[in-house]
């Protein structure tokens, strides 16, 4: 099977879908692959490497591939260069996106990798979402390091003694566990809060401080339910009320706020209000990490960084694994790899299977037809 990795065509999208390490182990395995020119450079992945394992470099990778292997679904000109029966895997922002009757009217069959199972432990070694979000963890503290005017640990000088930032991080799933982790390695004094209450154990253990919120036991054992889905869950009115106090207490005090939440299919929910940030000290710096799905954060704007008039300053960067995009899309296309295994069958045919658990869960056109129910 001849397999295409196109070059990718959104702005600021640096990842690439295939390494020189994956290539290899798909010749290997028996296929031919096609890398279009320069689509991993600027993931500093160069089209000699891919030569020397076996690629073929050609200025268009659509043609003649029966496999699309992509960071960011095809869009524009992109979908139109699919043959029908064409398989694509990518990350289609399913729930958001407006080509998936396309991609089934063109007989596109589209696995949407966002949309792995969680609970499926086979399937850990395929989770795009938790290895990017890994790296943009790390990289959104040293971001807002950066745009920061003060120093991260306590340092005692003859000049005096400098004070830790006080860094307050939101969101607790893997994004923020990596956010702590390296935001006390660089001596900051960390808080951190989630609707999860199983999340309390991971922040101590990072040496993070738990910000607690009182629940009633009808609402525990809702959480906890969620929880085994590895999602948030609906809170009630009274934590809502109880949580936007003690976050409203913490965020005023913290010098770095680093927002993670968000919500598959829909809207990043909104957990700073713009009177909670009129409260912070001058010099603050939060970073939305939802931004590009609505933000945490009132008054954040995708790439564009807000100021406030009491001098507070809102990061609204997108994309973050992008930045990091050698090691991003080395994780990204291990992931990628592994779930392109399973569409081969024991003979080492090509066989979509709508009934596989896996497959299943990220068909999302296919036949035709689109499998995926967005109501």
Known sequence: MQIGIPTETVAGENRVAATPETVKKLIGAGHSVVIERGAGVKAAYIDSAYEQVGATIKDDAYQGSQLILKVRAPVGDEIQKLSANTTVVAMFDPYRNPDLDTFANQNVSAFALELLPRTLSRAQNMDVLSSQANLAGYKSVLLAAAEYQRMFPMLMTAAGTVKPARVVIMGVGVAGLQAIATAKRLGAVVEATDLRPTAKEQVESLGGKWLDVPMSPEEQARAEEAAKNGYGWTPGEQYIKDQAAIV??????????????????????RLIKAETVAKMKPGSVILDMAVETGGNVEGSKVGETVFTENGVKILGVPNIPSTLSTEASALYARNVFNFVETLFDANKNFSINPEEEIQKALLVTHGGQVLLKRG
């Open 248 to 269: 409203d207490k913490a965020v005023s005090n913290a010098d770095i706020v680093i927002t993670t939440a968000l919500l598959p299919g829909r809207n990043a929910p």
